[in-house]
């Protein structure tokens, strides 16, 4: 079986980082071929998005329902000659729900979804990422599929400086066949990142709308928590659902449903098994403690007398400035 065929549009397949151990199986100067489209797991009613983000999504079904009445019949094409298809990008922080919008996307317009693995697009062998981009393309032509690119900075960042031999000059070859691709692609393109502002603005001027997914507000995290909590939990009819969605400020909802996986797990431990407040906020908390440590909130450097009182608390004495030292 040829590996590289069958993970490349795997959507279970997380990107991992290519090395001697992961692109042996692929070492054929040919490119891949052979695409897995396959129906959307999900409709919009299945995503749990601001009313902002769904008026976004819903003018941008409209335009691509509609796309013949406004480039032929209402002259966008005398604007944009070369426009064929539509690209749209969906940025924000992760777990806010991209990945799902883009499966009801597809649903909506009646399309299988193809996913491109950035892992296995890209190649060590020169020349062979441009082809894998181009074959990815070709896939979604001949199955008609929605072609949906996640982390898709990896692919759009900014292309690298100078023309030295090897990797980044193949890279920038490759970014140069995505441009030439999405300017001939008749079909839907989506893109999703968490870094936007890693996009080369090459391809900026080629997508046609941006949407932002920002992290849930009340109104959505309330419908996220209704959701994931099932009634079925025992105590969850006594969890006050106004509290826990303000204690909840701040998270996505892969976060929420972290919060209660790992909750859920605990209760398992308890007897009886009753589902309390306290065990979904301590959950909230430690989450909360974990990002901020990854993101290094909370740690700062001791001055003055409070570095001094903290060192003599574990009986060392600040040592003396060098200047005092050689005076004395």
Not at 84 to 99: A, E, I, W
Not at 248 to 259: F, H, K, P, R
Not at 291 to 320: D, H, M, T, W, Y
Request: charge should be neutral; aromatic fraction near 6%.
């Amino acid at each position: 079986m040829n590996l590289e065929k069958h993970t490349l549009f795997s959507r279970n397949t997380p990107p991992r980082p290519a090395t001697a151990e992961t692109t042996a199986p692929a070492q054929s100067s040919e490119p891949v071929t052979e695409a897995l489209a396959r129906t959307p797991r999900a409709c919009l009613d299945d995503v749990f998005l601001s009313q902002g983000i769904r008026d976004e999504l819903a003018l941008n079904l409209a335009m691509i329902r509609n796309h013949a009445l406004l480039y032929e019949e209402w002259g966008l094409a005398r604007i944009e000659p070369q426009q064929r298809g539509v690209v749209l990008n969906f940025y924000g922080p992760p777990g806010t729900g991209k990945t799902k919008t883009a499966e009801a996307m597809a649903h909506e317009l009646g399309k299988t979804i193809l996913e491109a693995n950035y892992a296995v697009l890209v190649s060590e062998l020169q020349g062979k990422t441009g082809k894998n981009i181009e074959a990815v393309f070709n896939s979604a032509r001949a199955e008609n599929a929605v072609l949906f690119f996640d982390e898709a900075d990896s692919l759009l960042s900014r292309r690298a400086e100078g023309s030295s031999p090897g990797g980044g000059q193949d890279l920038n070859t490759a970014k140069s066949i995505m441009l030439k691709q999405l300017d001939q692609f008749d079909g839907v393109v989506i893109f999703a990142t968490n870094l936007f502002r890693n996009y080369d603005s090459a391809f900026f001027r080629r997508i046609s709308a941006h949407i932002h997914f920002d992290l849930p507000c009340a109104q959505v995290r309330e419908q996220l928590w209704r959701f994931m909590l099932s009634p079925n939990v025992p105590g969850r009819e006594n969890i006050d659902m106004a509290a826990l969605v303000a204690s909840s400020e701040g998270l996505a909802g892969g976060d929420i449903a972290n919060v209660v996986k790992q909750t859920l797990g605990r209760l398992l431990m308890k007897s009886p098994r009753l589902l309390t407040q306290d065990d979904l906020t301590t959950r909230i908390d430690r989450l909360r403690e974990a990002r901020n440590a990854q993101q290094g909130i909370g740690e700062r450097v001791l001055q003055g007398e409070e570095k001094a009182a903290a060192l003599r608390k574990f009986g060392v004495s600040e040592p003396e400035p060098e200047s005092r030292a050689a005076a004395a």
